[in-house]
């Protein structure tokens, strides 16, 4: 990379540009070789004797001398140097190791009670999917361990968080920190939550089993809307609805049920005054009822 000589007010000082970004947005200011411990090319500046100061801001190293040398006599030289430097891969500075953002999850109560939303700050899984038993949970090590709690009845994943389904042995004031503390501690550690090819081969979770590869123009109609209106209410409550399928005939719709909205008391109130009257009011005759299948 070329480097462009460029004078300053000071003449002790003289900056040296270079045509990219040298740093990640970082101004700095060195003294000696030993603050510039996680500066590598700063550092073999310092083996010059005329080198008193090294400034780095985005595209230019500026260097103040001692008094020993004029510019005129070095700056060639020390252009050269730097333009080298770089050539060679070494690093104006030392690019700090990312640190990953730490995980956090939060509860979140749902419209059923028997359901707990556990919200992480990161991406969980590519696709809703949702686990019944261990036995089903076999190809996914998240859920697996939280089978092992005794309270835990189903598991259901979302993009960012999970809904936990318990038994009533157990009352959610009591395990809710433990749950949340879990969850937390499993994702901080990094470790899987979907082994995800296998599931898809399980579950389907690349795309909706229950959908037809081909569905009438009603029934494309339903799944548009539910998609668009119904599923990101229903994910707020810790759940997820699928569409099942669409009988012109007595013009039902089947719908699935998972996550906190499976088995929820006031599913069916939101089936027939929101699901339901929704596609009525717009479909019009198209749309007698709707059925819900929990999931």
Not at 20 to 35: G, P, R
Not at 107 to 119: D, I, Q
Request: with cysteine.
């Amino acid at each position: 990379m070329p480097i462009k000589i460029v004078k300053t007010s000071n003449p002790k000082i003289q900056k040296f540009e270079g045509e990219e970004f040298l740093t990640q947005h970082q101004s700095l200011e060195f003294s000696n070789i030993d603050e510039a411990i996680n500066a590598p090319l700063v550092a073999e500046l310092f083996h010059f004797p005329f080198v008193k100061k090294v400034y780095v801001s985005l595209n230019f190293i500026a260097i103040e001398r001692f008094d020993i040398v004029t510019w005129e006599e070095v700056e060639n030289d020390i252009a050269e140097f730097i333009a080298s430097a770089i050539e060679r891969g070494i690093e104006v500075i030392k690019a700090a190791p990312n640190k990953p953002a730490p995980v956090t999850v939060y509860a979140e109560s749902t419209p059923n009670p028997a359901v707990l939303k556990f919200v992480a700050n990161k991406k969980l899984v590519e696709n809703t999917v949702e686990f019944k038993s261990i036995d089903e949970a076999r190809s996914a090590p998240l859920a697996t361990a939280l089978f092992h709690l005794p309270f835990v009845k189903s598991v259901f994943f979302d993009e960012n968080f999970v809904s936990i389904t318990k038994y009533d042995v157990a009352d959610w004031n009591e395990v809710t920190l433990e749950v949340r503390e879990f969850i937390r501690s499993y994702l901080a550690e990094g470790k899987p939550i979907l082994e995800e090819l296998q599931v898809q081969e399980a579950f389907g979770t690349a795309k909706d089993e229950s959908i037809p590869e081909v569905l009438d123009d009603v029934s494309a109609s339903i799944v548009s809307i539910l998609d668009e209106y119904i599923k990101p209410a229903v994910a707020g409550d810790g759940g997820n609805i699928q569409f099942s399928s669409y009988n012109a005939d007595t013009k039902e719709v089947q719908v699935i049920l998972q996550g906190a909205c499976s088995g929820c008391p006031s599913s069916t109130m939101t089936l027939k005054n929101g699901i339901e009257s929704l596609l009525q009011e717009m479909l019009k005759d198209k749309v007698s009822r709707v059925i819900a299948i929990n999931g």
